[in-house]
């Protein structure tokens, strides 16, 4: 079982390029998250889904957007990055209030 | 903003010794969850407790909750290295599915 995988690991961008991050998840999850995490932070939502088809914001939501096509992908995207989005980035995925299961995480720098 | 405050925020404690660190909250809970992150990775889930109880056990690991002075604390017994790691308090309230994390507590077991 593969869990929550993401997809890239590392990246690297100039301030004003897009990108796309993936999240895939192989529990048949209805719930899926984006979260951020600073340096000193725990972790802040950007955005969730309770289901295929729908999103929702959460705590931190500017300067993203996402989709969830599919039952088991939940994308993250950057229209035009910033430096303040300079974070490494973690999705998890739940089958309902309790436990959440993570991603390893995406370390994004914005130059 | 962040629900969950954690107390300390770093913790160095000798191999074999107990570790304990606290997380006060702000408003009703319907759970409240720790997790476990390792240096560079993912969350991982360690127990959850939800409102009605009082404490829970994992193997060396005990969970109190004391709804009335919304607090908890994680117990850790007789610390190894591979227990060095940030723990992160996440309180989920009722009617809602979305977790709100503290900044946590860096935990160092030194051998």
């Known amino acids: 079982n593969a869990g929550v995988t993401q997809t890239p690991k590392f990246r690297v961008l100039k301030t004003g390029q897009s990108m796309t991050l993936l999240c895939a998840q192989d529990?048949?999850?209805?719930?899926m998250y984006w979260y951020r995490q600073d340096p000193g932070m725990g972790l802040r939502l950007i955005h969730y889904?309770?289901?295929?088809?729908?999103?929702a914001k959460g705590e931190v939501p500017d300067g993203y957007n996402v989709s969830r096509l599919k039952k088991q992908n939940f994308l993250l995207g950057l229209e035009s990055a910033a430096p303040s989005q300079t974070s490494v980035y973690f999705c998890?995925?739940?089958?309902?209030?309790?436990?959440?299961?993570f991603g390893a995480g995406t370390r994004l720098s914005v130059l | 903003s962040q629900q969950g405050e954690e107390d300390p925020q770093a913790l160095s404690i000798q191999e074999g010794e107990n570790a304990t660190m606290n997380c006060s909250y702000k408003?009703?809970?319907?759970?409240l969850q720790w997790y476990r992150q390792n240096s560079g990775r993912g969350l991982v889930h360690l127990i959850l407790?939800?409102?009605?109880?009082r404490e829970k056990h994992s193997g060396r690991l005990r969970v109190t909750l004391d709804t009335s002075k919304k607090s908890s604390s994680l117990l850790i017994t007789a610390s190894r290295a591979a227990d060095t790691a940030s723990y992160f308090c996440?309180?989920?309230?009722?009617?809602?599915?979305?977790?709100?994390f503290g900044a946590g507590t860096t935990v160092t077991v030194r051998a």
């Open positions: 998890a995925s739940s089958r309902d209030s309790d436990i959440q299961y």
């Open positions: 996440a309180t989920v309230t009722y009617n809602d599915y979305k977790l709100s």
């Open positions: 889904s309770v289901g295929e088809g729908t999103t």
């Open positions: 529990m048949n999850h209805e719930y």
């Open positions: 408003t009703s809970i319907n759970n």
């Open positions: 407790i939800r409102s009605n109880e």
